[in-house]
């Protein structure tokens, strides 16, 4: 059966980049795997990474390598592109324009004077070609106008056309998302697109041929404004990150169990500095343990036949030990 993994927003490239490492390697242990972009911010330095490393990995595989003694790059990964939640022919990417805020002033008062309550003019006005800034609630607006019809646009469209057609037998196709929950584009597009893609199947009749998964990524870097960047101004804060995450993991517990077959939370306490960015190619961030770690949890969610649905995977540790050098 097919693995498909869904990446969203720069941590879930960067975990897509840990997985293509971890296949380099022979860890993976699936035949066929195949990953999906999703990002606003379709330059995104940390999706170029990920995307060129995907790349690397293609021709390695051409190459034929492996065999029963060296098992590298035995897995053929192929990608199904990169999806924005704006689509391909937006041009003017902001909260203004996306919602039509002046005709909506105009003709509906009421609805306009709750979007300014909702939103400052700044929030209202940023351009969101660079992602939606570490905004959640940015985020969530636009990804709340993703239809369900949308899903048979592409890449969507080729992604559930081949899970319906997986053939059937005791093992089913298997979907695994992974993002921040902490920023702007991994919290909002989680919960949107997993739910999306749940009632898709369901309408379908297919969800029972489906094991669909989902990992959280916790707060585990931060950052410091670069000097002379505008305090008020629109972009992601590290201060705001354990609030963020405190709202997302609610909104998991109580509205999410539902349609997730297996969850798996990963983080880190201590936050690894990394270099501010608003967005675009300069956000490429050094890569992290904790997303090798994600790659992890994605084989340990394929090769585990768990019939605990809905079951949530942590790993943790209560002290640090350091090796005793005697």
Sequence with gaps: MSVYVIGIGGTGARTIESLVQLAAVGLLDCDTLQVLFVDADETNGNLERAARSLEIYQ??????????????????????????PFGKHST??????????????????????????????????????????GRPAIGAAVMSQVDL??????????LISQIQSEPGGGSKAQIFLCGSIFGGTGASGLPTISRLIHNKLDRLKVRDKVKLGCLYMLPYFGFTPAPGEDPEGVYARSEQFLLNTEAALRYYGNQAQD?????????????????????????????????????????EFVTTQSEDDGAVTLISRDRLTKPDLE
């Design 92 to 133: 003017n990417k902001n909260l203004s324009s996306f919602f039509e805020y002046n005709n909506l002033k105009a003709e509906e008062p009421a609805l306009g004077a709750l979007f300014d309550i909702f939103y400052t003019q700044a929030e209202r006005e940023a351009t969101l070609d660079v992602g939606f800034r």
């Design 259 to 299: 349609i997730l077959d297996g969850v798996f939370v990963l983080g880190n306490q201590d936050l690894s500095p990394v270099k501010f960015s608003i967005g675009k190619n300069t956000q490429r961030n050094e890569p992290h343990f904790i997303e090798l770690y994600g790659a992890l949890a994605l084989r």
């Design 59 to 84: 021709r390695c595989y051409n190459l034929r390598l492996f065999d029963d003694k060296y098992p590298w790059m035995r897995t053929r990964i192929s990608s199904l592109g990169l999806w924005s």
């Design 149 to 158: 019809n949308d899903l048979d646009e592409q890449p969507w469209g080729t």
